[in-house]
T-cell receptor, first 112, second 112 residues
């Protein structure tokens, strides 16, 4: 069985400082990994995905994530936070059957 | 291009009633998935349909059912509603083989 653990339920940063949202996964197979963002009262939007190509994945809005198999991690980063980045972020793991499991989410707050 | 559309956006039901939620996928997407998102949690997988056949089912009781129509739209039905069914129900469509989900904005169900 596969699963995802998001290590922080809430992260608070100041505008212009780096963002780090942590995700560890468990999977019996070579997984596909995703990060989705959910703004208040909105659906989820794909930020980026890893599907066994380059381990450093670049996404939209300046976000990127690095797949580390030895650490079973897929942390999301951004060099400089913007106020518009404030949202809920979900790490997702998918196995070869396309069964997608979501983490519990990390709420990102950006202070001016 | 139109994204994934869901209806209704909000609805209120009482315990024991039945509800039908509807989803239209992005044109060309043949796979539709349903997720339940309880407040403060990540989405939980309910069903996946592809070419009108159920391809996956999450850990939900038989009160939950779904179907997909020839035009690839889908319905989620929930019978004998319980207070705990109050949630945001998300529909996502997916291009074949990508594992990438495109979400609608959801139907928010409140059960009183």
């Amino acid at each position: 069985a596969q699963s995802v653990t998001q290590l922080d339920s809430h992260v608070s940063v100041s505008e212009g400082t780096p963002v780090l949202l942590r995700c560890n996964y468990s999977s019996s197979y070579s997984p596909s990994l995703f990060w989705y963002v959910q703004h208040p009262n909105k659906g989820l939007q794909l930020l980026l995905k890893y599907t066994s190509a380059a381990t450093l994945v670049k996404g939209i809005n300046g976000f990127e994530a690095e797949f580390k198999k030895s650490e079973t991690s897929f942390h999301l980063t951004k060099p400089s936070a913007h106020m518009s980045d404030a949202a809920e972020y979900f790490c997702v793991v998918s196995d070869r059957n396309n069964d997608m499991r979501f983490g519990a989410g990390t709420r990102l707050t950006v202070k001016p | 291009d139109a994204g994934v559309t869901q209806s209704p956006t909000h609805l209120i039901k009482t315990r024991g009633q039945h509800v039908t939620l509807r989803c239209s996928p992005i044109s060309g997407h043949k796979s539709v998935s349903w997720y339940q998102q309880v407040l403060g949690q990540g989405p939980q997988f309910i069903f996946q349909y592809y070419e009108k056949e159920e391809r996956g089912r999450g850990n939900f009781p038989d009160r939950f059912s779904a179907r997909q129509f020839p035009n690839y739209s889908s319905e989620l039905n929930v019978n004998a509603l319980l207070l705990g069914d109050s949630a945001l129900y998300l529909c996502a469509s997916s291009p074949l083989g990508t594992g990438e989900l495109f979400f609608g904005e959801g139907s928010r169900l409140t059960v009183l």
